[in-house]
């Protein structure tokens, strides 16, 4: 199984926050990773954060990043039905050759 | 378009055919990733490219799996002797050359769909 964890479905209404966990494992990673994909298509980079950070704000889409815990997560302020999608997290395992380790995914679907 | 490519975007095939995926990547980006992604699962690593030479394996790239890039450019993935167990999406992702990105990110293509019947 992998060694990025996250939970698999969230529901949220229009206009709601959504916002997903992910705990990964290699605490000298780099960058951590949030990647959408939209169905039949490819990953799509929705943001990152460097490991020296806390938080990230970047528009409606703001990571917090607890090193001690290693934990992870994304929140989507006011989620529209454009959002619904599956958001995968990725980490950068030390000596990877860049390569990232992908979570399960956790499917959103936002509902009007 | 100088986003990754490709091709075919869709293959279906008896057990036992061989198939080939293409890759093109961002033209100046010189290393190159094949994924393979399982339904309800997340992009697994099979294998990584630094311009033609081949740096890593995953365990999950069997023997019936090659994966080339001759001439530093483009890419492709061939599987002999399918199985059902073969059927996946299978991406292709790209980066720049060391130095000259800041954020590591993974530049990936629409995918290529394999069904084994």
């Known amino acids: 199984g992998e060694d990025v964890e996250q939970s698999l479905f969230l529901s949220v209404r229009e206009g709601d926050s959504s916002v997903i966990n992910c705990t990964y494992t290699d605490s000298s990673s780099t960058y951590l990773y949030w990647y959408k994909q939209e169905p039949g298509a490819g990953l799509q980079l929705l943001t990152y954060?460097?490991?020296?950070?806390d938080m990230k704000q970047d528009q409606r889409l703001t990571v917090l990043l607890n090193k001690k815990d290693k934990h992870l997560s994304l929140r989507i302020a006011d989620t529209q039905t454009g959002d619904s999608a599956i958001y995968f997290c990725?980490?950068?395992?030390?000596?990877?050759?860049?390569?990232?380790?992908f979570g399960a995914g956790t499917q959103v679907v936002v509902t009007p | 378009d100088t986003g990754v490519s490709q091709n075919p975007r869709h293959k279906i095939t008896k057990r036992g055919q061989n198939v080939t995926f293409r890759c093109d990547p961002i033209s100046e980006h010189n290393r190159l990733y094949w994924y393979r992604q399982t339904l309800g699962q997340g992009p697994e690593f099979l294998t990584y490219?630094?311009?033609?030479?081949?740096?890593?394996k995953s365990r999950l790239l069997s023997d019936r799996f090659s994966a080339e890039r001759p001439k530093g450019s483009f890419s492709t993935l061939e599987i002999q002797r399918t199985e059902q167990g073969d059927s996946a999406m299978y991406l292709c992702?790209?980066?720049?050359?060391?130095?000259?990105?800041?954020?590591?990110?993974?530049?990936f293509g629409e995918g290529s769909r394999l069904t084994v019947l």
């Open positions: 490219f630094q311009n033609e030479a081949q740096l890593e």
């Open positions: 954060i460097f490991s020296n950070m």
């Open positions: 992702a790209s980066r720049p050359p060391p130095g000259t990105e800041n954020t590591g990110e993974l530049f």
């Open positions: 990725a980490e950068t395992p030390t000596d990877s050759w860049g390569k990232l380790q």
